[in-house]
């Protein structure tokens, strides 16, 4: 299979192990039970990322501050969505959102979707994560680039999202060379229409190609019968428990 191609470091050698990033669910009134499993002791969570309305919201939510202050409580870091646009929103928009969900949710971080991965954004991009760590010390950066970027994002970046897309794709998915010389919590690998007989496959590639955060579900980027996109990510997987099961006891070899 082209996912086995090489050996990876695994989470003994770093001291972590694998985790869920949770990359977006629906609003605290629209997934009230979906916030509450999040809470649940023992739930093996870096981070989950707080989504009031395509960023942070024209004006502060009181759903969303309560439902990320119980995460916080409960020592789960906080990511703000900003979407990047591939490049295309201005520095002082991406800047803007950022203070807004720092001065209304208190976030510890922030998951910048959608983020470009060529080397010649990289200026631009090394600039914003700059500007973010100004205005918040302990920030912490996700780019989501969801395929892999320039090998230079690296080196500014907490993490990378090296993959976001499909089981039919992941499957078949290959590690660029450049990752084997980083350790697994740089990375984070997004699937998502991962039937639940193939959550333990999934898993393993996770653990093969290095990536040290992963976030599979069972939800679908399209539903039939319907035109457009869906959100896979709003819903928590039909698997929640079974996923929660296996990461927080490692995943087999």
């Known amino acids: 299979m082209p ?149 230079g994002y690296a080196e500014h970046a907490d993490q990378l999202v090296t993959y976001s897309g499909p089981w039919s794709d992941y499957r078949w998915s290959q590690a660029a060379e450049w990752t084997a010389d980083h350790p697994p919590e740089l990375f984070c690998h997004f699937v998502h229409g991962v039937p639940r007989p193939h959550l333990e496959e999934a898993l393993r590639i996770a653990r093969w190609q290095g990536a040290g955060t992963i976030y599979f579900t069972d939800h679908s980027d399209r539903v039939p019968g319907r035109a457009g996109p869906a959100d896979p990510w709003g819903p928590l997987p039909g698997y929640w428990d079974d996923i929660v099961s296996r990461v927080g006891t490692g995943v087999s070899e």
């Open 3 to 151: 996912y086995l191609t090489r050996t990876r470091q695994g989470p003994t050698a770093t001291g972590l192990g694998t985790g869920l990033g949770v990359p977006g669910v629906a609003h605290p009134l629209l997934a009230p039970d979906e916030w509450n499993r999040l809470n649940r002791p023992g739930t093996p969570l870096h981070w989950v990322v707080l989504d009031v309305a395509d960023g942070p919201g024209v004006q502060p939510d009181p759903h969303c501050l309560e439902a990320a202050g119980r995460l916080r409580n409960a020592g789960v870091r906080v990511l703000g969505h900003i979407d990047t646009a591939y490049g295309l929103r201005g520095f002082g928009e991406i800047v803007s959102d950022a203070h807004r969900f720092l001065d209304w949710y208190r976030v510890d971080g922030f998951l910048l979707d959608r983020c470009p991965a060529g080397r010649e954004d990289l200026p631009e991009v090394r600039r914003t994560v700059a500007t973010l760590r100004v205005i918040h010390e302990d920030v912490h950066v996700v780019l989501g680039h969801g395929t892999p970027p320039y090998p």
